[in-house]
């Protein structure tokens, strides 16, 4: 008989977005007169069109392979050369990254969980996550052993846990014990807060004296509206010798229906081997992409390349205002109600604490049910979540504008 694989049954039940889509789906069923004016700010999905440079690109690159002279088939598995020194050149300038450090992938949701393919599993590392938490960083730790069975409040054992509250703005306290691999995202999903350059620094010199590694996710970089602000985690002295970092075009340039994200992975951060050699992770990442992936296609990396043409760069500085925009009226509406509020100025979510006597699903039910209105419960994100709810700004302006009236007039 075909063993499955024990660590799936350690998760809970369902993943928090398939979850609140069962949620809505048995609301609309049983509320068909509903549905029309249902707005959704749950997940982090994009609504505005992809910007002209990025379809334009992607056009011309579907007639190239159209045609025998200029088709292509197979291309190489790390990413076209045009692409990678596009990233290089526009978004590490001055950071000592070259186009040989980024691997382009289809997004940084299965980079932030391929990328345990690479590291012992089953009790080999000692794993650091912030909570609340992307779940992604947390189930796939989950599937492939690294962690025990979770408690009551969904902490699993083997897991160190970083709180993050409003107490220290959303940025964790550096442990008291040595860990091997760190999970840090900032911009935060789903706190909405933003790393100083001084926090940054404490991290790498902590990894640096411990010999770990950092998982960095600076998926929402290009909403940072601080200057002083780090977009990169190449910016902090000695990030080169222990850190990886995640990025996307799912929210900045709305790839995400298109898939397209890269993964940075200097030459200079290395692991320890069961022997005791210090090995290249970016040999390791090569030799598992080379393996598990075809890369990304053709004209979806042509649209990638024309986003950092000048007409891409300015169509989507256009797509960040709006959202940003968006973050900015729902902010606003928050706070004139008397919740307390955070995030949504250096990323397109605003965190919420709920209302006094209200858990995070109690307030997910109350969005819905009254207000019509979809929200992320906070809990979803780990159980330093609970009390709080998240806002997407990511809609349409005429949408967010009705979702701050039915705040105003349903809490």
């Not at 730790?141 to 969904?154: C, F, K, L, S």
């Amino acid at each position: 008989m075909a063993r499955i694989n024990d660590n799936f049954l350690k998760l809970k039940a369902g993943y928090l977005f398939p979850e609140i889509g069962r949620r809505v789906g048995a609301y609309t069923d049983a509320n068909p007169d509903k549905a029309a004016s249902l707005i959704k700010c749950g997940i982090g999905d994009v609504t505005e069109a992809l910007p002209a440079a990025v379809r334009e690109a992607m056009h011309a690159a579907v007639d190239e392979l159209g045609n025998r002279e200029t088709f292509r088939g197979y291309g190489p598995e790390q990413g076209y050369d045009f692409l990678r020194e596009a990233v290089a050149e526009n978004c590490y300038a001055g950071l000592n990254i070259g186009a040989g450090d980024i691997f382009i992938s289809d997004g940084s949701k299965c980079d932030t969980g391929n990328v345990l393919d690479i590291f012992a599993a089953d009790g080999g590392n000692k794993i650091a996550i912030t909570d609340p938490v992307y779940p992604v960083y947390v189930d796939t730790n989950v599937m492939i052993g690294n962690t025990g069975d979770a408690d009551d409040e969904g902490r699993y054992e083997g897991l160190v846990y970083l709180p993050c509250t409003a107490e220290n703005n959303f940025v964790p306290a550096i442990p008291e014990e040595k860990v091997d691999i760190i999970y840090l995202c900032y911009p935060n999903n789903p706190t909405g807060a933003s790393a100083t350059r001084e926090q940054l620094t404490a991290w790498v010199n902590y990894a640096k004296e411990n010999d770990a590694i950092i998982l960095y996710d600076a998926a929402y970089e290009a909403f940072i509206q601080d200057e002083n602000v780090p977009r990169s985690i190449y910016e902090i002295e000695g990030a080169h010798d222990c850190a990886l970092e995640f990025r996307s075009f799912s929210k900045n340039g709305g790839f995400t229906g298109v898939r397209c994200g890269y993964i940075t992975i200097p030459e200079t951060v290395t692991g320890e081997s069961a022997s005791g050699e210090r090995v290249s992770i970016k040999q390791l990442w090569s030799r598992r992409t080379s393996t598990k992936f075809n890369g990304a296609s053709y004209p979806v990396q042509r649209g990638a390349e024309a986003i950092f043409s000048e007409a891409g760069k300015a169509q989507v500085a256009e797509l960040v205002e709006h959202y940003m925009g968006n973050a900015k009226l729902l902010r606003e509406a928050c706070t004139e109600i008397g919740l307390k509020v955070f995030g949504g100025e250096n990323a397109p979510y605003v965190w919420v604490a709920c209302p006094e006597g209200l858990t995070s699903w109690d307030m997910f039910d109350k969005m819905l049910t009254e207000a019509n209105v979809v929200i992320t419960p906070g809990s979803g994100f780990g159980a330093a979540g609970e009390g709080y709810f998240r806002i997407s700004a990511f809609n349409s302006r005429e949408n967010v504008i009705e979702v701050c009236k039915r705040l105003k007039t349903y809490l």
